[in-house]
Each structure stands twice: as C-alpha cells, then as structure tokens.
C-alpha cells in the first residue's frame, strides 16, 4: 500500500506565493515514474498542473508557465510545487499524482493524494 501525502496549501493574497509538497509514503519504494499535481476548481474538470517524470524535463499548463515550478527529489519520493504570482484564477484543491510507483514486491499505477486546498484572495 502507497500514499501520497500533501501539504502546503492555504489562503494567500493575490501575488503571493506558496509551496505545496507531496511525499510518496510506503513500505519497500525503489522508484515513480511520473509525479506531477494536478488541480480542480470548483465546477471545472481537474487539470494538470505540472508533471515531471523520473529524470526528465518538467511539463507545465500554459496557463502556469514562469509563475509555477516542479521539482522532485527522487531519492526521497517527493515532489513540490513552487507557486509565484498567485491570482484568484489559481484557486483550487490540489492533488498530487503519481504513477508507476515501484516497489520490492509490486507496482502502484495512477495514485492520488487527498488535494489541499489553495484560495488566492485578498
């Protein structure tokens, strides 16, 4: 069994910025393939954000490109998002997203965190 775990979102103001990570939490994880995040707006489809896979460029939505910056730590499983220049049009529950996790004693395909929350608003 393998989770991903967020943290980091909240209430910022327009311009603001935050940080939002995601660990991948289980026994025996030798290596992901892709992580990336993921958001969901109220009333919208979820979208992606930004993914990245093992050792590979990062991939961005237009509308996050040179505010938004993905980032992985593949010895430690984890994957952050450096958000900048926040605006209300970025307010959405956050989901972290893996796939092709890899353990000693199976694989993991398409897992999701809980989301975290990000409200931009002043």
């Known amino acids: 069994q393998v989770q991903l775990l967020e943290s980091g979102g909240g209430l910022v103001q327009p311009g603001g910025s935050l940080r939002l990570s995601c660990v991948a939490s289980?026994?025996?994880?030798?290596?992901?393939?892709?992580m990336g995040w993921y958001r969901q707006a109220p009333g919208k489809q979820r979208e992606l954000v930004a993914s990245m896979e093992h050792s590979r460029d990062a991939i961005y939505a237009d509308s996050v490109k040179g505010r938004f910056t993905i980032s992985r730590d593949n010895a430690k499983h984890t994957v952050d998002l450096q958000m900048n220049l926040l605006s209300p049009e970025d307010t959405a529950v956050y989901y972290c997203h893996a796939d092709r996790i890899i353990t000693t004693a199976t694989a993991y395909d398409d897992q999701w965190g809980q989301g975290t929350q990000v409200t931009v608003s002043s």
């Open positions: 289980g026994k025996n994880i030798f290596s992901i393939w892709l």
